[in-house]
């Protein structure tokens, strides 16, 4: 018998250890098929709600809000790539180069979860290869669209949302009701509105997890 569970993955398209997470979410979910389904959505959750539309130099930006030097920046850098190649997931080896704005990337993945979670899904892994595997400004305009087109979503229509304000008041629901909820870093991982894993942790961990939780939900019902 297959247990069903939810999944809210709480992210942001500027945030490296998302697309581990995400892989690594992925690969567990592959591990339990067969005894567990799961309906996963993406919810918003921005890093830098103030950052201007000229973006930040990355290594200043880190500098600027954690302390860390050049050295320490390139030593996460690695590590980060290196679980990345774990999941599959390719880091460009330079980095991003600069911090953008991500608010209408998440306007964008918001329309797509309207046309499906396949289609949302598909656009946020899209999105973290743009931005973390090629080094892309994703909160240019034509990067994003090009983003929806290669996934199967318009870009004319991605296009005309971007050019107005659609979505834009859900996404800011969304964000606060996260916020209240508690979450302060990214990517949060919540299971059944009940259950939180933070962190891009490994497959393993996930795997267990997810197991656990569905053994539980099983016991319940």
Not at 28 to 49: C, K, M, R, Y
Not at 149 to 173: K, M, P
Request: hydrophobic fraction near 40%; charged fraction near 20%.
């Amino acid at each position: 018998m297959t247990t069903s569970l939810q999944i809210d993955f709480v992210s942001d398209v500027a945030c490296p250890w998302c697309a581990v997470g995400l892989g690594a979410l992925e690969q567990a979910l592959t591990n339990v098929q067969g005894d567990i389904s799961a309906e996963l959505h993406f919810q918003p959750f921005e890093l830098n709600p103030h950052m201007g539309p000229e973006g930040q130099d990355v290594g200043e930006h880190l500098s600027e809000k954690y302390g860390s030097t050049p050295e320490q920046q390139a030593q996460i850098r690695e590590t980060i790539r290196q679980r990345g190649a774990e999941v599959g997931f390719t880091f460009k080896p330079e980095g991003r180069g600069r911090i953008w704005n991500t608010f209408d990337a998440h306007r964008l993945l918001h329309w797509a979860g309207l046309q499906g979670a396949d289609k949302q899904h598909a656009l946020k892994k899209e999105l973290l290869n743009a931005y973390h595997g090629r080094a892309e400004n994703v909160s240019d305009a034509e990067v994003l669209a090009q983003a929806c087109a290669s996934v199967g979503l318009d870009a004319a229509q991605a296009r005309a949302i971007l050019a107005g304000d659609d979505y834009a008041d859900a996404v800011r629901s969304n964000e606060m009701q996260w916020q209240q909820a508690g979450i302060r870093s990214v990517p949060a991982i919540v299971i059944n509105r009940q259950y939180l894993i933070s962190g891009g942790q490994p497959a393993a961990v996930f795997e267990e997890a997810l197991r656990k939780i569905a053994a539980d939900a099983a016991g319940q019902a």
